[in-house]
């Protein structure tokens, strides 16, 4: 199936577990994810998630990873926030399965 495809930016926003590999994820093809986007993405994750676990949540620095009514709903959730340390990719290893996913993806849209 062909997908009208006109921009190289991929938007993926996901979660990925140690364990049991990618949970959930959306992609948005030309453009990018809002706060609100992302306050629906958190709702459906832990829709997603087993209540019996503990879990974290790894995000950088964006800027609608860090307002307050986010901050305020990965605590209602329960979930130990950590927050990447800015311009260090090395230590953040996940960048590198985004870049392969967005590619991979981009390749579907183009077949």
């Known amino acids: 199936m062909m997908l009208p495809y006109h ?3 991929v ?16 992609t948005k093809v030309g453009g990018y994810f ?5 306050l629906k993405f958190l709702k459906k994750l832990d829709s997603q998630l087993s209540n019996k676990r503990k879990y974290s949540l790894y995000y950088d620095g964006l800027s609608i990873h860090k ?3 986010c901050r305020n ?11 990447a ?3 260090t990719s090395e230590c ?3 960048e590198n399965y985004w870049a392969i996913f967005k590619n991979e993806y981009k390749k579907l849209l183009t077949e």
Do not use: M, Q
Request: aromatic share 18%; net charge negative; charged share 20%.
């Open 7 to 9: 921009s190289s930016n």
């Open 11 to 26: 938007a993926v926003i996901g979660a990925i577990s140690y364990k049991f590999g990618l949970i959930s994820y959306e």
């Open 34 to 38: 809002d706060r609100d986007d992302y």
């Open 67 to 69: 307002g307050s009514t």
């Open 73 to 83: 709903l990965i605590y209602k959730f329960r979930w130990t926030p950590i927050l």
């Open 85 to 87: 340390e800015a311009y």
């Open 92 to 94: 953040n290893p996940i």
